[in-house]
C-alpha cells in the first residue's frame, strides 16, 4: 500500500510538470517576471512576462510569452493568426495616440517551432519612440506568442539580451 501511495504522490507532483514542460522560459538574472496564473495545469491561458529595468527604473524592456489552448478539432493558420494580431496592435496604439507601422509576415523560429514575425515602429508626432515584435507559432492544440518591446533608442543595444530570452524558450 506504502508504494502505491508513492506512485500517487509521484503522478500528482509529475502533473505540473507536464503542463510546464510545454513552456518553458528562462530569464536573465535581474528582470522582474511574473507568471499567470499561479497553477498552469489546465489553465487555458499561460502567460510569463519578464521586465528588464533601466538604471532610473523605468521599463527598458518588456518581454511576453503566451500559450494558449485550442478548441477540439479548431483548425487555425499562423498566417491568420499574425495578421489579427498586427491589426489588434495597430488599433490599440491608435487609441492611445500612436501610429504603428509594421512589416509584413515574416518567417521564423519560436521556442523550435516555426512561426511568423512581425515588426511595428510606434510613433508618436512623427517621431518613433517604440519598437515592438510579435511573433506567433502553433504547436499540438496550442498557439504561442512572443512579444517584446524597447524604446526606439534603446532597442538596438538590447538586441542581445533579446536574443538570449528568446534562446531560452522551448516550447512543446
Known amino acids: ?3 502505491l501511495r508513492s506512485w500517487l ?9 507536464q503542463a ?10 535581474g528582470w522582474e517576471i511574473s507568471r499567470s496564473p499561479a497553477s498552469t495545469v489546465d489553465a487555458p491561458v499561460v502567460r510569463q512576462r519578464g521586465v528588464r529595468l533601466a538604471e532610473d527604473g523605468s521599463q527598458d524592456l518588456v518581454m511576453e510569452v503566451t500559450r494558449s489552448r485550442l478548441g477540439s478539432g479548431m483548425e487555425v493558420r499562423v498566417e491568420n493568426v499574425i495578421v489579427e494580431m ?3 496592435l495597430q488599433k490599440d496604439f ?3 495616440g500612436f501610429q504603428a507601422a509594421c512589416s509584413k509576415p515574416l518567417e521564423t523560429k519560436l521556442g523550435g517551432l516555426a512561426g511568423l514575425e512581425v515588426h511595428c515602429g510606434i510613433s508618436q508626432n512623427g517621431t518613433e519612440v517604440l519598437k515592438q515584435t510579435v511573433q506567433v507559432a ?3 492544440g ?6 517584446y518591446a524597447a524604446p526606439s533608442q534603446r532597442y538596438a543595444a538590447l538586441a542581445g539580451e533579446i536574443e538570449s530570452v528568446k534562446a ?3 516550447l512543446n
Open 168 to 170: 531560452g524558450i522551448k
Open 142 to 147: 496550442v498557439a504561442y506568442s512572443l512579444t
Open 9 to 17: 504522490l509521484l503522478g500528482v507532483l509529475l502533473a505540473p510538470l
Open 1 to 3: 500500500m506504502g508504494s
Open 86 to 88: 498586427r491589426k489588434a
Open 138 to 140: 502553433l504547436g499540438e
Open 94 to 96: 491608435m487609441r492611445q
Open 20 to 29: 510546464l514542460a510545454e513552456m518553458q522560459v528562462v530569464w536573465p538574472q
